[in-house]
């Protein structure tokens, strides 16, 4: 069984007092962490100040990180440097990186190898534009992405991964993808883990879906076979939102 995994990516949002507000109201009120893991991404500047603050059921992770332990690099803030907060979790290849920030394949690789290096858990995020979506390529770019990924893991480590499938068109839109089409693509990424990592692998790795996801429509999206979990942008600022969604089952 794949333990759930709801992350919040807060992205560029919230002040300090916004932040420590939201973590005092969600600590008592998401899952045991028996049940479901939760974790919330934050800008680097709240990170330790989260970790101070974590109740047992709630993880702070970081939304990106160089892939050197330390060196000249103004500006970016290393593996070392986050484990250092406490940190357990953090996103690596967000769309809004690799789009924006010139992250490739191979930078998303060299991170995810830093992240086991540093015992901190990858988000590993994979996702077709909407074009790729139109034209039929949804499935070779997923493909790709999720093998230049985690090149070069062991099994072991592959089975620690967590993959965030968002399909990029759904991000920020209000547009979700259909639990359906979701769940299509959850699976063919699991499949392609299978082909390259085995089946034993493929079975334990959780893939998250993310891209509108609302307290409306996430117990459909947690429902379908291939989603474990969901990485949640918008809808993950609001507490009340946030702890509604942890309970998905409930
Ligand atoms: P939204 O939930 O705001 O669509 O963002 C999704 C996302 O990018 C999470 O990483």
Redesign the pocket.
């Known amino acids: 069984m794949r333990k759930p995994i709801i992350a919040g990516?807060w992205?560029m949002y919230k002040t300090r007092d916004e932040a420590l507000q939201f973590i005092y109201t969600v600590n008592q009120a998401v899952p045991s962490i028996d049940e479901v893991e939760t974790v919330i991404c934050a800008p680097a500047v709240l990170l330790r100040c989260l970790v101070k603050r974590q109740g047992d059921h709630l993880k702070i992770g970081a939304q990106n990180m160089h892939f050197e332990e330390k060196g000249a690099y103004t500006g970016e803030v290393s593996p070392f440097l986050l484990k250092d907060t406490g940190v357990q979790y953090v996103?690596i290849g967000?769309?809004?990186r690799r789009e924006m920030f010139n992250e490739t394949d191979e930078s998303v690789n060299k991170k995810v190898h830093a992240a086991f290096k540093y015992d901190l858990t990858p988000i590993v995020?994979v996702g077709e534009k909407l074009q790729e979506r139109e034209n039929g390529t949804t499935n070779v770019i997923v493909d790709a992405q999720t093998v230049k990924a985690l090149s070069g893991l062991t099994k072991e480590q592959v089975k620690k991964v967590v993959v965030?499938y968002?399909p990029i068109w759904?991000?920020?839109?209000g547009r979700t993808a259909t639990a359906e089409i979701a769940n299509e693509t959850c699976g063919y990424i699991r499949s392609v883990i299978e082909r390259v990592y085995g089946k034993e692998v493929a079975d334990e790795v959780r893939v998250q879906y993310?891209?509108?996801?609302k307290p409306n429509n996430i117990k459909e999206l947690m429902a379908q076979e291939h989603i474990d979990g969901a990485?949640?942008?918008?809808?993950?600022l609001e507490a009340e939102a946030f702890i509604t969604m942890t309970n998905f089952n409930k």
């Open positions: 990516n992205k996103i967000h769309s809004e995020c965030a968002e759904a991000i920020g839109t993310g891209g509108s996801v990485l949640i942008g918008g809808a993950s």
